[in-house]
């Protein structure tokens, strides 16, 4: 990972980690809290809060002032794990057992629905004026989540996913997101609302890029600095980017080989070979690098239109830089 | 049933309806909207949206203010009965097959998620400062449901389950939702405070009053007219207020044929013989009809504190006794 950044995200995350202890569920009954604890300690990058401080410090807000929102976000993000984990049958999240293996479905999904609802709570240090629109993104934001991961789960068995549908199911369950976290903290901190939206729409475009990017890594990537098992995509069978284009610009004998391992659930390294030299042949990676590199742009016209100084928006391209360039 | 306040819950009844028509979910993905249609549309009876409705109009407030409101505390109702037959694997729901038994888990887990979150969003029309407490409340109110399908779900496993520990569960799982519902038709109204929080207690103590009358007409109900299976709640060995008062004000003896038959999951009739022979040696159905009196009581006492006519008042009277008088 790039390492220009740190220190700037390195303070965030104190800020974040200090909250996060701070406001641990000690309630009753443990055998619902201790679940939601357990999630929120075995940290993620928590680039989603980070963006809603980010957002309220560029606008002027004081960063106290959208803590608390910012750890809804993340209570969000997480709810949101707990649920797709039980529904991908996921053992593992982070390098540690879901919530599901080590407790059951019904305490995952309770659990994750209470974490739902104690991530509104969470907003609840708002003056209404305030209170009222970011919990309409809140909201709408969690809408459209559950409409991108139903999408997901439709595209395993969905035989004609085409580069659109794929990129209304990124856009739901990555970019939205992203998008949301910019516009609370821009909202906590009153800005005017075409920046409010602006900064939704670089998130939005950045969310994108990064989810591409992911796309792209599992099999172009460093499995060392990436972190993931090298094309762990292939052996699920999963429609990403890559596949889409490579369906969309092979040979009909190609696309045919495609299809054949794509029917399978295998771990024949064959498999991995076959598909990787199908991808390479079609140019599959250099159309995902364009793709990113389109949000990407876009993001940053997005960015370039917002009214702040220079320096106000250094952090959103360094988290930009820190995002995109893990392949470096 | 009784029949005396029929043409005012029809009144209700039909805005409701006709509401739940109207904001039908039309979008895409059909895979997640169609199963929360679903749901809705096999209406139940509808008590605590119209309880919104109620307090609403008590407190002075046009009940077209309350109907999108309303619709936000049925479709949270609805999301907790998706999950809970999930945990409960319940085969059927109001006579009709339930989601997860159609759709799969996942879809039932999906589905429930977008259904609270989509609860939400029919909040939305109220103004800033009305819709703050009112989120507060819904949240809330979310939250102890959890806690308290979560204590419900324990008391299966648990041994010293005591009349207080049950008392908090159906207060967590039935009570404050009624209270919350004519919480909430009470601010939409701007009904003074402490108006709006005795009308909350009364709903709170007509709820744990209707649980209780639930549990008594298990076994002391006309099976006919209460449309349950008789006895249904010992089959499942349900830790109910009847089995709470047994275990407490039995023989040794009885004590422990009591234990040996809730030891087992059996469709033996003798056992069901046997518990009731228990029940009624230690008065438990006597001992459920004083606690049933003693909330009735306390939620009529809140209602008398409230700053309104004598007419105001009679809906919630005649509520009170169709739910109540359901052994009549």
Redesign the interface.
């Known amino acids: 990972m790039s390492t220009l950044p740190m220190t700037f995200l390195d303070r965030y995350n104190e800020l974040l980690s200090a909250a996060i202890e701070k406001y641990k569920f000690r309630?009753?009954?443990k055998?619902?809290y201790e679940p939601m604890n357990y999630i929120l300690s075995n940290a993620g990058k928590r680039i989603r809060p980070m963006m809603v401080l980010m957002a309220a410090e560029a606008f002027g807000a004081p960063v106290e002032k959208a803590l608390k929102p910012a750890l809804g976000i993340e209570f969000f993000h997480n709810f949101t794990l707990i649920?797709d984990d039980?529904?991908d049958e996921a053992p593992l999240r982070r390098g540690v057992p879901t919530i599901h293996t080590l407790h059951g479905?019904?305490t995952a999904?309770?659990s994750?629905?209470?974490l739902?609802?104690?991530a509104?709570?969470f907003f609840?240090d708002l003056e209404?004026?305030l209170?009222?629109p970011c919990?309409?993104i809140f909201?709408?934001t969690?809408?459209l989540l559950?409409?991108g991961?139903?999408?997901d789960?439709?595209f395993e068995n969905q035989e004609n996913v085409t580069y659109s549908h794929y990129l209304r199911m990124i856009t739901y369950k990555t970019g939205i997101l992203a998008a949301s976290a910019f516009e609370i903290g821009a909202i906590i901190a009153k800005a005017p609302s075409a920046d409010a939206r602006s900064i939704f729409n670089f998130g939005m475009n950045l969310g994108i890029a990064f989810q591409i990017m992911d796309d792209y890594l599992d099999v172009f990537g460093d499995e060392k600095k990436f972190g993931k098992k090298h094309a762990g995509d292939i052996y699920e069978n999963k429609k990403t980017i890559l596949y889409l284009m490579a369906r969309d610009f092979s040979s009909a004998e190609d696309r045919e080989e495609l299809d054949f391992w794509y029917s399978k659930k295998t771990d024949n390294i064959d498999k991995i070979y076959g598909v990787e030299k199908i991808f390479k042949k079609a140019k599959a990676g250099e159309k995902a690098l364009l793709e990113i590199q389109k949000h990407t742009d876009l993001a940053f016209q997005y960015l370039a239109k917002i009214n702040l100084p220079d320096a106000k928006k250094q952090a959103f391209l360094d988290l930009s830089n820190y995002l995109l360039k893990r392949v470096s």
């Open positions: 309630s009753e009954p055998e619902l649920h039980i529904m479905t019904n999904i309770l994750g629905d209470g739902l609802l104690k509104y709570k609840e209404p004026e209170f009222k919990i309409r909201t709408q969690g809408i559950c409409e991961q139903q999408y789960v439709l």
